[in-house]
């Protein structure tokens, strides 16, 4: 049995805007350690947006982010990498001229000795890294059950499994937190039902803390620990998900009903 | 009939009746060919690592060029002259990502193509504000005296320049090729977005990609200022360079090399004997005809990667 711990990353009042539009306001969130969090919400929500400002793509306008004890007003991508927390991306972001196993590889750039000349030139030491790299590597193709496609470029392989190859670039990255946007989007059940199967592998058997955004309620509902729910920039739930399914004001903004209290055009950032 | 006679027939018979005079052509086109692998290569790096064709390169080879030589006219010692030009040239690659690459990341490349074009005018004026619009004569000790090797007339200036250019290159094979920074390197080609996420340190990547090229465009500026003077046409050898990357691959170092020497001895075999079928002055439009038929039948080049493999 897993044990859901302290959290890992708490963001606080973080508020983004682009121009006039505005996509997170005041939204509070905590991502709890060894924890499935599920983030809902229509589309335009703000789900995105967040992920982004937790992996430092965006940087808020107001509002803090604490990752382990530390806090920022915001982090930058490489800070993210190297700090831990890891991502997919909802239209998969490969390098698609690279072949399965090279891009999976990148995934371990960082753990790589972090003096990227000394690499350069230091040829002995570096090929015995690259080869424990490798290894490890090989380790996560078994687990993602890849093997046939290893010295193929991703560009070639269909959407499920390009979906599958950018996972198992994040968990190259060794991630205490990882960030899945649309994990299952376009997929067949089958192709859903494995990627299930991998995302609650992955936080049972490393403990990998996980935050997902995810339409497929009947997913969300059964692997989630916990379903926040966001809807025009705002978190209008947040609990278990046999909560929050029964929520009036989750109903209503999935539904549209009256209980709605913004007219349709009320500002929205990209989803 | 005649014409085609004179292109068909008789440049065969001539080639056949004397052919040390054609291996004597073919090894001076090789050297000069790797003077056009020397300026292409500056275009492959930063083609393969941000994806951007550098517009600015001819002009960046210009600006190191004269940089070194305005050095060597103020009695700095040459070596000293080719470390402080390499400086300069590592930090306009520091300002370069700070001013122009950095506000336009994640922008489509032809925004970034733009930017260098803007690169490639500033860097012009800004060389000819500081070191003046003459020409300067550049001698850095390399002989020049004709040689016979085997009975084959060598230019002893060509083998410096093709040996400087060949351990330049090996360096940078190595470099790229044999360590992960390759992998990054096209990791951030690929995608910048996703080169992030995996904690791919884009700036430091950019700076040393530019630094590098900045280098190699020093080195081949020194080599073609030694042959020419350094003047304000020695940024136009880039356009030289086109046909070389559309030979050899816009992607491929190795393609850098091989399609350089290729049009060094193309264009050099057909000058001395198709020449004079076509009215002469062959050599100076033979690369870009023979480019525009690769262009046709093999759009990626001898090296470049299968488009079809980056859809």
Redesign the interface.
């Known amino acids: 049995m897993k044990r859901i711990g302290e959290p890992i990353l708490t963001v606080d009042a973080i508020s983004l805007a682009f121009g006039g539009i505005t996509a997170l306001s005041g939204i509070s969130l905590e991502i709890r350690r060894h924890e499935i969090l599920a983030m809902i919400g229509p589309n335009g929500a703000g789900k995105t947006s967040m992920l982004n400002v937790i992996n430092g793509f965006y940087y808020p306008q107001a509002g803090t982010i604490t990752w382990k004890g530390e806090t920022r007003r915001h982090m930058r991508p490489y800070q993210a990498a190297a700090q831990g927390i890891a991502r997919t991306f909802q239209n998969v972001a490969l390098f698609k001229g690279m072949t399965t196993l090279d891009n999976i590889m990148t995934g371990r750039l960082l753990l790589m000795r972090r003096n990227f000349l000394w690499q350069a030139i230091h040829f002995g030491p570096a090929r015995q890294e690259e080869l424990a790299h490798r290894t490890n590597v090989e380790r996560i193709i078994d687990f993602l059950e890849i093997q046939a496609i290893r010295k193929i470029p991703v560009g070639r392989l269909p959407y499920g499994l390009q979906k599958r190859v950018e996972l198992g670039r994040a968990l190259a990255m060794e991630p205490e937190l990882l960030l899945l946007d649309e994990p299952m989007a376009g997929m067949n059940v089958e192709e859903k039902e494995d990627m299930c199967r991998f995302i609650l592998d992955i936080n049972e058997e490393f403990g990998t803390t996980i935050a997902l955004i995810e339409h497929d309620m009947g997913v969300v509902m059964d692997i989630s620990d916990r379903v926040a729910v966001l809807d025009y920039g705002r978190k209008i739930a947040d609990g278990p998900p046999a909560e929050v399914r029964i929520s009036p004001e989750v109903i209503a903004a999935y539904l549209g009903q009256q209980a709605d209290p913004h007219p349709p055009g009320d500002g929205m950032g990209g989803g | 009939m005649d014409l085609l006679a004179a292109v068909f027939l008789a440049p065969i018979a001539n080639m056949a009746s004397n052919p040390e005079f054609v291996l004597e052509v073919v090894i001076g086109g090789l050297l000069a060919g790797v003077m056009y692998s020397l300026v292409a290569l500056g275009f492959v790096l930063i083609y393969k690592a941000s994806g951007v064709f550098n517009f600015a390169q001819g002009t960046m080879v210009l600006f190191a060029a004269l940089t070194f030589v305005g050095l060597i006219e103020r009695g700095v010692p040459i070596w000293g002259a080719f470390v402080i030009a390499a400086a300069v040239m590592v930090l306009l690659a520091v300002v370069v990502e700070r001013l122009m690459l950095r506000p336009l990341v994640n922008q489509e490349q032809i925004i970034l193509f733009m930017g260098t074009i803007g690169l490639a005018f500033f860097l012009d004026g800004f060389g000819q504000l500081v070191w003046g619009a003459d020409v300067h004569p550049l001698d850095i000790g390399i002989p020049k005296a004709p040689l016979i090797i085997g009975g084959v007339l060598v230019n002893e200036f060509d083998l410096v320049a093709a040996a400087v250019a060949a351990s330049l290159v090996a360096a940078l094979a190595?470099?790229f090729q044999?360590?992960?920074?390759g992998?990054?390197l096209?990791?951030v080609a690929?995608?910048h977005?996703?080169?992030?996420?995996?904690?791919?340190?884009?700036r430091?990547i950019w700076v040393?990609v530019w630094s590098v090229a900045g280098v190699v465009g020093l080195v081949a500026g020194i080599m073609w200022g030694s042959n020419l003077g350094v003047q304000f046409s020695i940024s136009l050898v880039a356009l030289k360079a086109l046909p070389v990357l559309m030979l050899g691959g816009f992607t491929s170092v190795p393609g850098a090399i091989v399609g350089g020497l290729i049009v060094g001895v193309g264009e050099k075999l057909a000058e001395v004997f198709w020449g004079s079928a076509f009215g002469g002055a062959i050599e100076d439009w033979f690369a870009y005809a023979l480019a525009l038929v690769f262009l046709l039948f093999r759009p990626q080049g001898l090296f470049g990667?299968r488009i079809i493999?980056?859809?």
């Open positions: 190595l470099f044999r360590t992960p920074i992998r990054a096209r990791a690929d995608d977005q996703a080169a992030q996420s995996v904690g791919i340190p884009l430091s040393i990667e493999e980056r859809v």
